[in-house]
C-alpha cells in the first residue's frame, strides 16, 4: 500500500518508529537520553505514534497496524509476567494473542485485500525478469484464497493455519501464541520493514529532542511562576527609556501651556495633559 499523503513528517520520523518497534535490530546509542528509554518504553512509544497517524489518516500499510498490534500483545504479556499473575488472566492474554495474530493475516492475506497490494509484495523477492503468475480472488474462495494469497507473498503457511485455529477452534497455549508472534514480527522486519522503510531517524531524534526541550522550558517556567505568583518580567532598557520619554514629553507640554499663555491649547491637548500627568501622579 502506497500512501500519497503519508501522516508521517518525513522518512525519518518512519524510520524513528521502525527502530522504535524493533530496537533489537538497530543502534541503541540513537537513544542514550537523558530519561534512558527501556526497550519496552521504545515499543509502547511507537505504538502511540501508530494509532496517532492511523487516526489522522484512517488507513495506514497493514504492516504498520499488525506490527503495533502484536507488539502491543507481546508487551501486555510481558506486563502480566512481571506483576507476578496479578495482572491480565491466563484466558484474556490468550484472547489477546488471538486477536491480534487474527489481524494480522487478514491484514495481509484475506480475500478481501486488494489483489494489487499481495502482487507487490510477490514481486519483491521474484527472480528479475520473472512475471508473477496472476491470480483470480474469483477462482477461490474461502479459506483456499488465504492460502494462494499467503503463496503469493511468501507468508509462512503455518501463520494461515494458526489464524483459521484461533478463529475457529481453540486457541493455543500462550508459549505457542508468543513464538508465533515473535515469528510474525520476524516475517514483517524481513518482507516490509527493511524494504520500504530504508532512511535513518537522525532527523526525527533531534526534532523530537527539541520539542522535549521546549516543553521542559514550558513547563519550568510555569512552576516558577506557581511558586511565585508576584514574580513578573524584568523591565529591559529600551522599557525604561520608553517611560522616560513619555515622562519628558508629558511634562514639556504641561510646562510649555504655563509658560506661554500665546501656545493655543486644544481640548484633545487638555486631556492628554491631564490623563499623563494623572499617570505620573499615580506611577509615585
Do not use: C
Amino acid at each position: 500500500m502506497t500512501m500519497q499523503f503519508p501522516p508521517w513528517r518525513h522518512d525519518s520520523e518512519l524510520a524513528m518508529v521502525r527502530d522504535w518497534f524493533f530496537p533489537a535490530k538497530t543502534k541503541q546509542e540513537l537513544y542514550s537520553t537523558a530519561e534512558s528509554p527501556t526497550s519496552q518504553d521504545l515499543r509502547r512509544r511507537a505504538i502511540d505514534r501508530v494509532n496517532l497517524w492511523l487516526f489522522k489518516a484512517g488507513q495506514l500499510p497493514s504492516a504498520l497496524v499488525a506490527t503495533a498490534s502484536l507488539t502491543d500483545a507481546l508487551i501486555h504479556d510481558e506486563q502480566r509476567r512481571s506483576l507476578s499473575g496479578t495482572g491480565i488472566s491466563d484466558l484474556a492474554m490468550q484472547s489477546i494473542y488471538a486477536m491480534a495474530f487474527a489481524r494480522f493475516v487478514n491484514g495481509f492475506v484475506d480475500r478481501d485485500v486488494a489483489r494489487s497490494s499481495a502482487a507487490e509484495m510477490a514481486r519483491d523477492d521474484s527472480p528479475e525478469g520473472e512475471e508473477v503468475t496472476p491470480f483470480s480472488a474469483s477462482a477461490a474462495k474461502g479459506e483456499s484464497s488465504m492460502y494462494a494469497y499467503a503463496a503469493m507473498i511468501g507468508m509462512p503457511q503455518t501463520f494461515v493455519d494458526l489464524r483459521h485455529q484461533v478463529t475457529h477452534a481453540d486457541i493455543p497455549n500462550m508459549t505457542y501464541m508468543k513464538k508465533m508472534t515473535e515469528q510474525a514480527l520476524d516475517w514483517m522486519w524481513e518482507r516490509w520493514w527493511i524494504k520500504n522503510v530504508t532512511g535513518t531517524p537522525e532527523r526525527a531524534m533531534r526534532e523530537l529532542e527539541e520539542r522535549r526541550r521546549i516543553s521542559r522550558d514550558a513547563r519550568n517556567a510555569a512552576e516558577l511562576s506557581k511558586r511565585d505568583p508576584s514574580r513578573s518580567v524584568p523591565q529591559t532598557d529600551s522599557d525604561s527609556d520608553d517611560q522616560d520619554s513619555q515622562m519628558k514629553t508629558a511634562w514639556g507640554l504641561s510646562n510649555t501651556a504655563e509658560n506661554d499663555p500665546d501656545v493655543p491649547i486644544s481640548a484633545r491637548t487638555r486631556h492628554t495633559m491631564k490623563r499623563k500627568s494623572a499617570a505620573l501622579e499615580d506611577g509615585d
